[in-house]
């Protein structure tokens, strides 16, 4: 069976990656308080009350979330 291979490479060649650096942490020192709003669908500044995303949900989704949702069974 000289000259028949009967395992053959496939695929391609990945290219190299380059190295990760890694930077030191910084802290935090100005952020802002959000929480979030079931009646938005939204998160909500504590502080102005602005929204993060403005997300409005379709009706239909409104729909399945308030009519076949049972909150009362664990």
């Known amino acids: 069976m000289k000259g028949i291979r009967i395992f053959?490479?496939?695929?391609?060649?990945?290219e190299k990656k380059e190295e990760i650096?890694?930077?030191?942490?910084?802290?935090?020192?100005?952020?802002?308080?959000?929480e979030f709003n079931p009646q938005l669908f939204d998160w909500q500044n504590t502080a102005t009350d602005e929204v993060l995303t403005g997300y409005k949900p379709k009706p239909q989704?409104?729909?399945?979330?308030?009519?076949?949702?049972?909150?009362?069974?664990q």
């Open 8 to 14: 053959e490479r496939f695929g391609f060649n990945a």
């Open 21 to 34: 650096v890694t930077k030191e942490p910084q802290p935090v020192v100005k952020y802002e308080q959000w």
């Open 61 to 73: 989704l409104t729909a399945i979330l308030s009519n076949c949702i049972d909150i009362t069974s």
